[in-house]
């Protein structure tokens, strides 16, 4: 039997390689004996692609469906796969995230999705507040579902629309942390993201892809890509580079990276 890429969200197999279809079902069927939880199989059939980051799934096997729950850390998310960005591999940048948050902070999640970053942080800081804005509609009605599900009302506060408009209005110099987890707006988002940030101080969440066969990502390539951001060449700003990890490799040279900025106001200094 052919060996294919896969993930599983939920109840849900996606098989991210294509080949024909006689192989196709033989790993479906082999995979939903092997693990008996599994009730639908999906073929991707596109990247994950535009501005929402959806993906075009195909049925194989199972039941017809690509709504499921997926479980992650005590949490649970309810997502349409093919509506909604969802990636179980991001969970453990999202518990990284949420164990760095300290009580009673004001965060500002610019991409929010279905929720999984701030439902995290929400549920290990009752005092944090977590503005989660999110442009994709049927994304943002699954936020509101998942807010309500895992019981964080109060601390995370859905916006539907798009960030680089409601930021500016909203929340200019009014938070102590950003989360900019979209890497295909990653350098248009950092200024605001900055703007965004109490006296100009603060801690930035930010992820990037870039290209690179180096093992490990070098900080000189990251501050030379933030001096290339005319934001932060005219202005001098201080900042320090506190985290730097490897998500994932997108490709065979491309590298998805986290990378947390904190940020100084120069009164401070
Ligand atoms: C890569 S996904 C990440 C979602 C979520 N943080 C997660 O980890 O599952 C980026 C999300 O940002 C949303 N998005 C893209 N551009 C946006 C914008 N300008 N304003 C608000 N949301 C946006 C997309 O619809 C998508 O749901």
Redesign the pocket.
């Known amino acids: 039997m052919k060996d294919l890429v896969f993930e599983i969200i939920g109840d849900i197999l996606i098989i991210r390689e294509d080949t024909d279809e006689i192989s196709l079902k033989e790993f479906a069927e082999e995979k939903i004996q092997k693990h008996p939880f599994i009730k639908s199989v999906l073929l991707q059939t596109s990247k994950?692609q535009g501005?929402?980051?959806k993906r075009d799934l195909k049925y194989v096997m199972g039941e017809k469906k690509s709504e499921t729950t997926h479980k992650e850390h005590g949490n649970s998310f309810l997502v349409d796969l093919s509506e909604?960005?969802?990636?179980p591999r991001?969970s453990y940048e999202?518990q990284r995230v949420a164990d760095s948050v300290e009580k009673n902070e004001i965060i500002l999640?610019?991409?929010?999705?279905?929720?999984?970053?701030s439902i995290a942080i929400a549920s290990k800081c009752k005092s944090c507040v977590i503005h989660s804005?999110?442009?994709?509609k049927a994304?943002y009605d699954y936020l509101i579902r998942n807010i309500e599900l895992n019981k964080c009302q109060h601390e995370v506060i859905p916006y539907l629309?798009?960030?680089?408009d409601?930021v500016p209005k909203m929340f200019i110099g009014s938070v102590n942390r950003v989360?900019l987890?979209?890497?295909?707006?990653s350098d248009k988002a950092l200024p605001i993201a900055h703007q965004s940030l109490q006296n100009g101080s603060g801690i930035i969440h930010w992820q990037i892809t870039e290209k690179t066969s180096l093992k490990k990502i070098d900080k000189n390539i990251i501050n030379n890509r933030i001096k290339n951001i005319p934001y932060f060449s005219n202005n001098s700003i201080n900042y320090e580079i506190t985290e730097l990890r490897l998500i994932r490799w997108l490709g065979p040279k491309i590298a998805h990276i986290a990378v947390d900025l904190s940020f100084i106001a120069r009164e401070h200094y």
């Open positions: 994950i501005q929402e980051r909604v960005f969802f990636s991001l999202r999640n610019f991409f929010s999705g279905v929720g999984p970053f804005i999110e442009i994709n994304a629309g798009d960030a680089f409601i989360l987890p979209l890497p295909l707006d």
